[in-house]
């Protein structure tokens, strides 16, 4: 129905930067709002950023404020999570949310990405 499918993720070292990619597919109406998080083994899952679609606002978790941008391409329903100057700590699986609109439908659904992989170590 519809699918997130994350990329970008990889090896890096401190300091370094990675640019995520979110596309979300399949039957949407529209798109609501789009958010990151990232979890370690053994951790809770925790919020990393998040963009609302219409207006472009966002929020981003204190962790990585200053750090952490958030950018969108409307037509192309994908957004991006610029990460800069990374630190080891931010090593975690990153998982892309998306609240969506299916076609057909009135009310908004949640859907979740696979999580790409990122570590950032020397």
């Known amino acids: 129905q519809v699918q997130l499918v994350e990329s970008g993720g990889g090896s890096v070292q401190p300091g370094g930067s990675l640019r995520l990619s979110c596309e979300a597919s399949g039957s949407i109406f529209s798109i609501d709002s789009m958010a990151w998080y990232r979890q370690v083994p053994g951790k809770e899952r925790e919020f990393v950023a998040r963009?609302?679609?219409?207006?472009?606002?966002?929020n981003y978790g204190d962790s990585v404020k200053g750090r952490f941008t958030l950018a969108r391409d409307n037509a192309k329903n994908t957004g991006y999570l610029q990460m800069n100057s990374l630190k080891p700590e931010d090593t975690a699986v990153y998982y892309c949310n998306g609240v969506v609109r299916v076609i057909g439908e009135r009310i908004l659904r949640n859907y979740w990405g696979r999580g790409t992989q990122v570590t950032v170590s020397s």
């Open positions: 963009i609302s679609w219409s207006g472009g606002s966002t």
